[in-house]
DNA sequence: AACCAATGGTTCAAATAATGAACCAATAAT
DNA sequence: ATTATTGGTTCATTATTTGAACCATTGGTT
């Protein structure tokens, strides 16, 4: 590992949970060197990508990763583009949806919108990370991802998040087949007991799958009527995200054909 | 410079002019070695942070940067703050708005609000880098650092934008001591011809100056009463602005004795 | 008040990783 | 057909990173 992808990899252990991490802390999750630590955020500091809280002498992410963002944005303005699809398929469903997106050995949850529908409904956070196998997103992406990624993701450790949470590699690859034929996940209590999720893959211009797009209702919800119409209004949410950021579906995508 | 800086620096070269930059180009931009600036975008790229363009190969912002961006806003969220205090100034003066914050030594424009009153307005980019000594919101904030901060940004070269901008660092003193005095600042055609901003301070939790909020109209809608209106609704706007994010503005600015 | 266990921060010889000139293959321009 | 430029690679030399041990402070215990 290179010394600027080990200051990188520090920026990694930054979570909602965990906004603000301590020296003595960072080095106890990272495992390197206290002084290594230091100098890292020093350096990281000194570019404006964390900053010292202020009483306290821990660190937080800082500006400069805002500046990035907006360019990135401007370059590739998925999240723009997504805000408009996830409204409109909140309204149609009735429900909390959210993208999320590949990046590196991770899911990210990055955009969410909420229906004014019901009084009760699924709570999302941005910047969360979603698990590729217990999660309907991750599913759908890893569906349709490159074979070595998948061997990585399954060969790894496969928490449980709830009772329901499948774990068995095997089972999971069978799961992987069935996705893969209809073009959509489903997750009932995988990741958050009482959450029924649905989820697409999103491609990129590469006809690359970059992240999913999905609608997470509560079981109680999902009647026969919803249990139709969800599917078929995130299909056409999944084919206008991927048509709007340039990108295009592989050729061996169902719900292209059945368009 | 160490690595990790060094590395990061390379980040800095894009812009919304030059959202992709091939090897080439960044080795010549950085003055690096080939090799050197090679090896250290391959470590960016295997962390997330930049990425290469399909058919070119040239490197673009890459996706990790969102996830970081969520992050710092979840625990600072200055920038969901900003657009509602933005939105409110837009509809009140009928002129383009926008913060910048202070990253480093540079200043980027980070969130912005239109009006819709007028046909013609002032169009802004957010991650734009403004100059210190040619806008307002520069001078705003230069008024209020820390004069170590001012001496090096005055030390260091100051270009023209427009033929009214000073660029004579005494003539730009002269100028701060006013702001200070009044606790807003004015340009008219500094940045761009046929502009009139004006600007405030904003403060941070530490009573430090982190950024700036200003107005921008064209020059031949400065009447005598939008030059009374906007300084009034802008004051009370900075101050809304830097309440809102746990800021609190030193002793001596002027605009909280006034309220 | 004395003690202990944390914390953030610092030092310096030893170990390791970064550097840069030169080189290659593949396009693009002349 | 030739030349320049591109992204990418190599490897001996060099300079930076590393880590164990060390401080100074702080907060909690007894």
Redesign the interface.
């Known amino acids: 590992m290179?010394?600027?992808?080990k200051?990188?990899?520090l920026?990694g252990y930054?979570?909602?949970g965990r906004?603000?991490i301590g020296l003595s802390d960072l080095t106890r999750l990272s495992g390197m060197n206290k002084a290594t630590v230091y100098?890292?955020m020093s350096?990281?500091q000194?570019?404006?990508?964390v900053e010292q809280a202020?009483g306290d002498r821990s660190y937080?992410?800082?500006?400069?990763?805002?500046?990035?963002?907006?360019?990135?944005?401007?370059?590739?303005p998925i999240?723009s583009v997504s805000r408009r699809v996830l409204k409109d398929l909140s309204t149609q469903t009735g429900e909390t949806t959210h993208l999320s997106?590949?990046?590196?050995s991770q899911l990210?949850s990055?955009s969410h919108a909420y229906s004014p529908r019901h009084a009760t409904r699924v709570m999302m956070?941005?910047?969360e990370v979603l698990t590729y196998h217990g999660t309907a997103s991750g599913l759908a992406v890893l569906a349709f991802a490159e074979p070595d990624f998948v061997d990585a993701i399954l060969s790894g450790p496969l928490h449980s998040h709830t009772a329901a949470t499948v774990t068995d590699p095997e089972a999971i690859r069978a799961h992987l087949r069935e996705v893969r034929k209809v073009g959509m996940a489903q997750s009932v209590g995988g990741f958050e007991a009482e959450v029924h999720s649905h989820a697409v893959p999103v491609f990129g211009?590469?006809a690359k799958v970059i992240g999913a797009l999905a609608v997470a209702a509560p079981v109680s919800r999902m009647t026969a009527d919803q249990a139709a119409l969800i599917p078929e209004a995130l299909r056409g949410a999944g084919r206008t995200l991927t048509h709007r950021i340039g990108g295009a579906a592989p050729a061996d995508y169902p719900n292209e054909a059945a368009a």
Chains 1, 2 share one sequence.
């Not at 290179?2 to 992808?5: A, C, D, R, S, Y």
């Open positions: 290179g010394t600027v992808t200051a990188l990899s920026l930054f979570s909602h906004p603000e100098r890292l350096e990281l000194e570019s404006g990508f202020d937080r992410l800082g500006p400069q990763v805002l500046r990035l963002a907006a360019l990135r944005e401007a370059a590739v999240l997106l590949v990046q590196g990210n990055l956070e941005d910047a211009p590469d």
